[in-house]
């Protein structure tokens, strides 16, 4: 996290000050860096090179108008899961033309939305899915570009919930069942066949499970075209790692190059859906320590932010590293466990970390820019924190801190 940085002990983001963005916003808050999400972005676009390809942001990593409009400018494709991540897409001025539509429920509603603002490809989850949307193409008078989301059931080697590629797991379809219904929908008038989809997992570390993946569907291609079943496209989907504490997960280019060499002699576009990989390292969330607490076999720093806030560690025990915005003097430490106030006791964001801190600290929350505040809620009726852009020396606000009383527009009493 280059774009993080001390400068005579206080934590900055690029040129701006943390605690001087924090006394005018307050805490718990997210900040993310441009020049960050930019060059994470640019990793992915010179590692192609001249290769034909498209590269759409996983939107559901951090779907801030603000962090979307930053890659649009930068000629990013966009992967939805929602009709509301669509709409999201165009509200930042992204093209629809370089969206994939990804996600195992996709409603009626969001099928016609989709077909009428012309994106670029459905990636299919199921043979209910690909009947309905050729129902929907023909009655519109379109027709809808599809590529199958084939499971390889290969092991990510990530953790279970965030696992994608295996039989047992919810998405796609098996290999021995991706034929048929690739043969199926050449009968189709509704649909337009474009490509090939897999997608095995998140914060891959390892580019090897993406490689055996890859080699399946490249063997299942030549069962393809030995049928007359042409497509246009590989979609390898996202997931590639960050790091979080010591992972050294591989880099764009790395993955890219690998990919570029198993097609080596193949007419095939490229398409990857990095969301993580783009985001979670160009943003902090930064939060105040409102107490010290000692028991006898523990010491808590109870700070104002939690887990509805930062939901990654109580939801599958992630690790996400945790510094002081402003360093103290001396060498004298405390191992604390940085719990939230929520009533829950899931409610920590780090456990046993080593620290010098004092009630009303500052600590920095680090690799938070994605699946964070987009997982956050309302639980214990907790205004959701506020989004803040850095540009240079430039702080820009992206999304008001929620009031309570935003929490109560939308409910009602019953009358008498």
């Not at 989850?125 to 023909?138: C, F, G, Q, T």
Request: proline fraction near 4%; include cysteine.
């Amino acid at each position: 996290m280059e774009h993080f940085s001390y400068k005579d002990n206080n934590l900055l983001v690029e040129d701006a000050s943390v605690a001087t963005i924090v006394e005018r916003y307050g805490t718990p808050c997210f900040i993310y860096s441009k020049a960050a999400l930019e060059q994470n972005y640019q990793a992915y676009e010179k590692a192609f090179e001249d290769h034909s390809h498209l590269i759409c942001y996983a939107v559901k990593a951090n779907s801030n108008l603000a962090v979307l409009n930053v890659l649009s400018k930068l000629g990013a494709g966009f992967d939805i899961v929602s009709g509301g991540e669509l709409d999201r897409v165009i509200a930042a001025g992204g093209d629809p033309k370089k969206v994939t539509f990804s996600g195992l429920g996709k409603t009626t509603q969001e099928i016609y939305k989709a077909l009428d603002a012309g994106i670029h490809c459905f990636n299919i989850e199921s043979e209910a899915e690909l009947l309905r949307i050729n129902e929907i193409a023909v009655n519109n008078s379109q027709v809808a570009p599809i590529s199958i989301r084939v499971n390889p059931d290969v092991n990510a080697e990530t953790h279970p919930y965030i696992s994608t590629g295996l039989k047992e797991n919810k998405f796609g379809i098996s290999m021995e069942k991706a034929i048929q219904l690739y043969l199926h929908a050449t009968e189709m008038k509704g649909i337009c066949i474009k490509g090939l989809d897999f997608h095995i997992g998140s914060q891959l570390t390892s580019i090897r499970p993406i490689l055996d993946a890859l080699d399946r569907i490249l063997t299942l291609n030549e069962q393809l075209i030995s049928r007359d079943v042409i497509i246009e496209h590989i979609n390898i989907g996202g997931g590639l790692g960050v790091t979080y504490e010591d992972e050294i997960p591989p880099t764009p280019n790395e993955l890219i190059l690998a990919v570029k060499e198993k097609l080596h002699g193949l007419d095939l576009k490229i398409v990857v859906e990095p969301g993580r990989s783009i985001a979670a390292n160009a943003g902090i969330l930064v939060t105040k320590v409102e107490y010290l607490k000692n028991h006898e076999e523990k010491n808590f720093a109870i700070i104002d932010g939690a887990m509805n806030d930062l939901i990654r560690p109580a939801l599958y025990g992630a690790w996400q590293k945790i510094v002081p915005v402003k360093k103290a003097a001396g060498n004298e430490s405390t191992a604390y466990d940085i719990v939230g106030p929520i009533c829950e006791s899931a409610d920590a964001l780090g456990k046993n970390r080593s620290l010098n801190i004092n009630a009303g600290d500052l600590l920095a929350i680090k690799s938070a820019g994605a699946y964070g505040f987009v997982m956050s809620s309302n639980y214990n009726t907790r205004p959701r924190a506020p989004e803040i852009m850095i540009n240079g020396s430039e702080v820009h606000l992206i999304r008001e801190r929620e009031t309570v009383s935003d929490l109560f527009q939308n409910e009602y009493l019953l009358p008498g």
